[in-house]
């Protein structure tokens, strides 16, 4: 059965290869529909090096970093790399790196996860580490209050190996909940920075403390309600650091900090930008330390990076320069706006809103992002909204009081992206799509480079 389960996936991989369909979750559907058990069957030979990587924000870059480390060390890795992260996505990437006979030559495996998947995919894949990146508001149709999220998440991981590994951010309330009480062994990752925001953000999520049910406070906040925070009530406060970034210097071209973990500091430098690609890269090399894998290899690996498409990817749109990023919440769109502003030039936007399955249904959460406070401390010539709720994010822009005759609606993501790069002279182009717009967006770039 395994073996015809993995050949029907190949077959429809094939077919949508030759339409010119993405392929990343279909061959997988259509093969488990053979065979139910293919995932388990499938990764059964490979007993070590197993990890997955779940939580609203940084799952895609964080496994991306994780696999990128363990190739560099010499291993072959199973990756989701396309970012497809539901049971089908994981099924049609092993089915991609087996061979015909259903075989997987593969020494490890690194899968993203979709949080409402986790039960099944542990389950399945039985990881020797999970790793959980944050837990923030995301697709509320979909997913339903992050208490909910939490909890089911926590359920998730009574299904893991009594040897496997859970790796926390310490600096998120609702993630770092998730160790209190878990009987397996429980690493935290977090930052130690004399920077602080202000929990002023439309986007903070305020947590109150799970044994007395008292308001948290913060001594600092990092983003979002990331930071570190404490009970006044009962004493409760975030949990000890295990491998702990400190001496973060942030700027256009990447990211340096410091690594400490036991009597060793690792210097870390990385091409990513942004504050929150340190908890990126921080997750990451903790990981990879777990699995032993050499410290020059990560540091080498770490290096080279660069960032898969629409993660804070650099481009040029006819010849214009361009920076892509997915957003697809709140506290994401928000952490995107706060970057850009830090480069401290003139920008250009183009911001697609879809509402497709995957986006989720429920645009409202446009309007959770504090995007007045971008416009009043940074320079926006123009902002084109695009996507089958394009109208929805020009409204918003409205009442955030951008200039009406600078905003722009085009519903064609061709158009829209023509459009910016006839209107760009000396600004830098942001392209902000959400889930299932991406796809459009890098297929309009590919077309582009055809083109050459």
């Not at 799970?210 to 409760?236: E, S, W």
Request: glycine share 6%; charged share 25%; aromatic share 8%.
């Amino acid at each position: 059965m395994k073996f015809l389960s993995v050949n029907l996936g190949k077959l429809v991989n094939i077919s949508c290869k030759m339409t010119g369909k993405g392929g990343t979750s279909l061959p997988g559907k259509i093969a488990l529909k053979s065979d139910s058990k293919l995932i388990k069957k499938l990764i059964e030979p490979i007993k070590e090096n197993k990890v997955i990587i779940t939580g609203t924000n940084g799952k895609t870059t964080t496994s991306g970093l994780i696999a990128h480390i363990l190739t560099t060390s010499g291993k072959s890795v199973v990756h989701n790399k396309e970012g497809a992260n539901m049971k089908t996505g994981i099924a049609t990437a092993l089915i991609k790196n087996s061979n015909f006979l259903g075989n997987l030559n593969k020494n490890a495996a690194v899968f993203e996860v979709d949080e409402a998947n986790m039960p099944v995919i542990i389950e399945e894949v039985k990881p020797n580490i999970v790793v959980i990146t944050n837990f923030f508001r995301d697709q509320l149709d979909r997913y339903g209050e992050l208490d909910t999220t939490v909890e089911k998440v926590k359920e998730a991981l009574l299904k893991l190996p009594e040897d496997s590994i859970v790796l926390l951010n310490a600096d998120e309330p609702f993630t770092a909940s998730i160790g209190d009480n878990l009987s397996l062994k429980v690493i935290y990752y977090g930052v130690e920075s004399n920077l602080n925001n202000s929990n002023t953000s439309t986007s903070f999520e305020q947590k109150y403390c799970p044994v007395c049910g008292t308001k948290y406070i913060y001594k600092r906040v990092y983003y979002g309600q990331l930071g570190d925070y404490y009970c006044p009530n009962c004493g409760k406060k975030r949990p000890d650091l295990h491998f702990k970034a400190t001496d973060i210097a942030l700027s256009e071209e990447g990211i340096s900090f410091k690594l400490f973990y036991k009597n060793a500091v690792l210097p870390i430098k990385s091409k990513l930008i942004g504050f929150y690609n340190v908890y990126n890269l921080l997750a990451a090399i903790s990981t990879s330390i777990l699995l032993n894998i050499n410290i020059d290899s990560i540091i080498e690996a770490i290096q080279d990076y660069w960032p898969i498409e629409g993660r804070l990817q650099k481009t040029y749109i006819k010849g214009k320069k361009a920076i892509i990023n997915l957003i697809k919440n709140p506290i994401g769109f928000e952490s995107t706006l706060n970057m850009l502003s830090e480069f401290n030039k003139p920008l250009n936007l183009v911001i697609f809103i879809n509402d497709n399955y995957a986006d989720g249904r429920d645009v409202s959460w446009l309007w959770d992002v504090n995007i007045e406070e971008f416009l009043s401390k940074t320079k926006v010539n123009y902002i084109i909204t695009s996507g089958l709720r394009a109208e929805d994010m020009a409204v918003r822009l409205k009442y955030a009081n951008f200039d009406i005759n600078k905003i722009k609606v085009l519903n064609s993501v061709d158009k829209a992206l023509d459009t910016i790069s006839e209107l760009t002279k000396e600004e830098l182009i942001a392209v902000l799509p959400n889930y299932t717009s991406l796809y459009d967006v890098n297929k309009y770039l590919k077309s582009q480079e055809a083109k050459k």
